[in-house]
């Protein structure tokens, strides 16, 4: 039975290596690779990345407090 | 400056339903018992001044006013006519304004869904999930539960013809003690194709999730509908929370209160007037939004100086030290800021929703290389 949870559990710390190059393979993506990968939503969040300079203010807005905000794409 | 473009409006203080999760009613914040029950004309009127002298002083090219509550529709069709046509008049040309609501869906009849469509109002229902789900905390005064009528909302909503702005979608509070995979196709079994998922606000290091025989019983959760979401792969079927995670994963940045990292600029305006950060964060403490400032006689700018309002615009640089030295840190920012509440530190502390952050966001990494590398997740 969990009543407190401890922060970042040792059970994941073997995996932090590997998910670093997991996410440095995801934002090399950015940089203009032509793959394109069999998941629509991938694609899309590719897609809306490299449209967005690098550095840009967010477009997207979604927020948490009990509303679904309408986004443009 | 930060730039704000969010106007959330607290159109009403009270509620019809009594959501044993909802940080306005049900947790440490009491501050609604000294709200008038329905915003008035009055501070509509200078809400609307407010709001609209901030656009045109910042040049603000684009704003959304969100009608929120307790339910927003219990102040009446009336209301809202007054409340569009007054911003309409006010905001500054070359700010393009948009408006939304979220609702249960209760009193959403088919005038009122007329009423959203005439006024350009984009419609969200909270829905939990299917009827032994929703109707066990979204229930009204009598403990009777609401999934009927959310339902019956959503389909007058849907049944709006070539109106597809006019339903948001569907916002759904994480329930781990169900099947996500359930949740998700009993929103796909009703046409629904916008979804959201919000990790309850109640907890928090003070209160920590418990009862559950996972450790991560959230991340479970989640990874089950990302699981039915990916693989069901369909273009349309947007959920705001992995839309997010997918690009903040490639190097994005999303303005989020949950993920992210990024300053959160939005305003709320309580029913009287008063200016206020984010408002999940009332769970944190009563009268724990309150700034002291208020439309009424304050510009809406004075907030972001406000200690409790730089909480929330600190983003990245407010996190705590284990959060500045994860690897996560870009893609999870620290997770939703309530969340890392704790009596004496505050906020400096990561989310108690750190392990199934973790987890989650290394399975939706591990997804998106598979697809690009083949490497297994």
Redo the contacts between chains.
């Keep these: 039975m969990l009543t407190q949870m401890s922060v970042a559990e040792p059970v994941f710390e073997k995996d932090m290596t590997e998910i670093s190059t997991k996410l440095r393979q995801l934002r090399r993506l950015r940089a203009g690779t032509e793959l394109q990968p069999a998941s629509l939503h991938l694609q899309s969040a590719l897609q809306a990345a490299k449209c967005e300079p690098v550095g840009a203010a967010p477009e997207v807005s979604y927020i948490f407090i009990g509303i679904i905000i309408p986004t443009p794409n | 400056m930060y ?1 704000a ?2 106007f ?1 409006l607290k159109a009403t203080s009270t509620c019809n339903l009594r959501c044993d999760y909802c940080y306005m009613f049900e947790l440490a914040d009491r501050s609604f018992e000294h709200q008038p029950p329905v915003m008035g004309s009055d501070v509509v009127d200078c809400t609307a001044r407010a709001i609209a002298g901030y656009c045109a002083k910042f040049r603000q090219p684009k704003a ?1 006013i ?1 009608f ?1 509550g307790g339910e927003p529709t219990l102040a009446g069709q009336g209301w809202f006519r007054h409340a569009v046509k007054t911003f309409r008049s006010q905001m500054p040309p070359g700010c393009t304004t ?1 408006f ?1 609501m ?1 609702t249960n869906g209760v009193l959403l009849d088919d005038a009122w869904v007329d009423l959203c469509a005439e006024l350009g109002l ?1 419609v ?1 229902v ?1 829905l939990d999930g299917p009827p032994s789900v929703h109707d066990s905390q979204r229930v009204n005064a009598a403990g009777a539960g609401s999934h009927h009528d959310a339902v019956a909302a959503i389909e007058r909503i849907q049944r709006y013809a070539g109106m597809e ?1 006019l339903f ?4 759904c509070v994480v329930n781990p003690n169900e099947d996500g995979r359930t949740i998700y196709r009993h929103f796909r079994s009703l046409g629904i194709t ?3 998922f ?2 309850p606000v109640e907890a928090n290091w003070d209160h ?8 991560t ?1 959230f991340a479970d959760y989640l990874i089950s509908i990302f699981d039915a ?2 693989s069901e ?3 349309k079927v ?1 959920i ?5 995670l ?2 903040l ?12 990292g ?1 300053p959160l600029t ?1 305003i ?1 305006v309580d029913c009287n007037g008063s200016i206020e950060p ?3 964060l009332r769970s944190c403490g009563n009268g724990f939004t309150q700034l002291g400032l208020n439309t009424q006689h304050d510009p809406i700018e004075r907030a972001f100086q406000h200690p409790t309002f730089q909480l929330a615009l600190t983003g990245q640089e407010g996190l705590c030290q ?1 959060c500045r030295e ?3 840190r870009d ?1 999870c920012g620290g997770g ?1 800021l309530p969340s890392r509440f704790r009596q004496p530190n505050g906020f400096d ?2 989310s ?1 929703y ?2 199934d952050l ?2 989650l ?2 399975h939706v ?5 598979h ?3 083949g490497s297994s997740q």
């Design positions: 730039a473009s969010t959330i959304l969100v929120h948009s939304a979220q984009s969200s909270s702005h948001g979608g569907v916002l916008n979804m959201d919000l990790l920590p999730p418990s009862g559950f025989a996972s450790p019983p979401w990916w792969n369909h273009p947007r705001a929370y992995f839309d997010s997918l690009r994963l490639v190097g994005s940045r999303v303005h989020s209160d949950s993920l992210g990024d939005m709320v984010v408002d999940s284990t994860c690897e996560l893609v939703y502390n990561p108690v750190c392990t973790m987890k966001i290394h990494a591990g997804a998106c290389t697809q690009l590398t």
